[in-house]
């Protein structure tokens, strides 16, 4: 285990009994012992580490992005080709069972032919301005997970990508980004998909999905601390979404990294590969596009560069 502030590193080694900890990542690229690495520094180390990783024959694990420009992200994924290891980006939303039962249904032909597929995902509270300023803004921090899952749902890769969007907190308009938007995708196959994002859900993590289809639908609505649904002459209640992504998505996480285990203790396909990263990276760029000129932007004006 690696982490820039050496106590930390420690603390953590221990309490999970990680035998090996260190400050220096190339420490653990270089060890023979160590067949597979996963990555989740800060965006701007991924593609360096990454490609450290590679030269020394290491299968990766890497969080999402996998970089903000789209030619560091081509090198990175060349470096692991050119290795022949495995490189899995970390979206995690596929591997969620709601999710993943949606996928199933349209795999299935259970709705029928898909026409339109719609996302919401809003977060309770927007991050630290710290962390704003270098995040490469909101399309490529947050809505990058719904431009995977649109993807993933659809089976097909975007066309066209329209953008609006506004800031409503004074403090992330001043650090030069975005806190609402609507995103709307038009697939190759002829899919629309409507994605809506928010930073301002003061009643929690609200991420739902609902694909339309020619013999009915199927939905994912939101998880709760429990499933109660208190009725009354008065009113009809029930608790608050879970409040975030750990809450959400832990046994998400869980299954990603069985997952990236399989993938490197037994062959298995990687479920989301560099690839996967760059077209998702891509669609980000075409909504900062889209909405900077306040057109329609065709993905592959972008992909031609």
Same mark, same amino acid.
């Given at each position: 285990?690696?982490?820039?502030?050496?106590?930390?590193?420690?603390?953590?080694?221990?309490?999970?009994?990680?035998? %090996?900890?260190?400050? $220096?990542?190339?420490?653990?690229?270089?060890?023979?012992?160590?067949?597979?690495?996963?990555?989740?520094?800060?965006?701007? %180390?991924?593609? &360096?580490?990454?490609?450290? *990783?590679?030269?020394?024959?290491? $299968?990766?694990?890497?969080?999402?992005?996998?970089?903000?420009?789209?030619?560091?992200?081509?090198? *990175?994924?060349?470096?692991? =080709?050119?290795?022949?290891?495995?490189?899995?980006?970390?979206?995690?939303?596929?591997?969620? *069972?709601?999710?993943?039962?949606?996928?199933?249904?349209?795999?299935?032909?259970?709705?029928?032919?898909?026409?339109?597929?719609?996302?919401?995902?809003? $977060?309770?509270?927007?991050?630290?301005? /710290?962390?704003?300023?270098?995040?490469?803004?909101?399309?490529?921090?947050?809505?990058?997970?719904?431009?995977? #899952? *649109?993807?993933?749902?659809?089976? =097909? &890769?975007?066309?066209?990508?329209?953008?609006?969007?506004?800031?409503?907190?004074? =403090?992330?308009?001043?650090?030069?980004?975005?806190?609402?938007?609507?995103?709307?995708?038009?697939?190759?196959? @002829?899919?629309?998909?409507?994605?809506?994002?928010?930073?301002?859900?003061?009643?929690?993590?609200?991420?739902?999905?609902?694909?339309?289809?020619?013999?009915?639908?199927?939905?994912? $609505?939101?998880?709760?601390?429990?499933?109660?649904?208190?009725?009354? @002459?008065?009113?009809?209640?029930?608790?608050?979404?879970?409040?975030?992504?750990? +809450?959400?998505? #832990?046994?998400?996480?869980?299954?990603?990294? &069985?997952?990236?285990?399989?993938?490197?203790?037994? @062959?298995?396909?990687?479920?989301?590969? @560099?690839?996967?990263?760059? +077209?998702?990276?891509?669609?980000?760029?075409?909504?900062?596009? /889209?909405?900077?000129?306040?057109?329609?932007?065709?993905?592959?004006?972008?992909?031609?560069?």
């Amino acid at each position: 285990m690696q982490k820039e502030e050496p106590h930390r590193a420690e603390k953590i080694a221990k309490a999970y009994g990680i035998p %090996k900890w260190t400050n $220096d990542a190339s420490e653990i690229f270089r060890d023979p012992e160590i067949d597979a690495v996963v990555i989740c520094s800060p965006t701007d %180390k991924h593609a &360096e580490q990454i490609i450290e *990783a590679a030269s020394y024959k290491k $299968d990766i694990f890497c969080e999402k992005p996998v970089d903000l420009s789209l030619d560091v992200v081509n090198k *990175a994924i060349k470096a692991a =080709d050119d290795a022949g290891v495995k490189l899995m980006v970390g979206f995690n939303r596929r591997f969620d *069972a709601n999710f993943a039962r949606v996928k199933q249904a349209i795999d299935r032909d259970e709705i029928g032919k898909v026409s339109m597929l719609r996302i919401t995902s809003r $977060d309770p509270g927007a991050p630290p301005v /710290s962390y704003i300023k270098h995040s490469g803004g909101m399309f490529r921090d947050m809505t990058i997970h719904d431009f995977d #899952m *649109a993807r993933f749902l659809v089976g =097909d &890769e975007v066309d066209e990508v329209y953008a609006m969007a506004q800031s409503v907190n004074p =403090d992330i308009a001043a650090a030069g980004d975005i806190d609402t938007a609507v995103v709307l995708l038009k697939f190759r196959n @002829g899919v629309i998909c409507y994605i809506e994002n928010s930073r301002e859900a003061a009643y929690g993590y609200d991420q739902r999905v609902e694909a339309l289809g020619s013999k009915g639908s199927v939905a994912c $609505d939101n998880k709760h601390a429990n499933q109660v649904v208190v009725s009354t @002459g008065e009113n009809v209640r029930r608790d608050l979404p879970l409040h975030f992504f750990l +809450e959400r998505y #832990m046994d998400a996480y869980v299954a990603e990294m &069985e997952a990236f285990i399989r993938v490197c203790t037994e @062959g298995a396909p990687v479920p989301a590969g @560099g690839d996967d990263g760059r +077209e998702a990276l891509l669609l980000a760029l075409a909504a900062n596009k /889209s909405l900077a000129e306040n057109r329609p932007v065709k993905v592959d004006e972008l992909r031609t560069r």
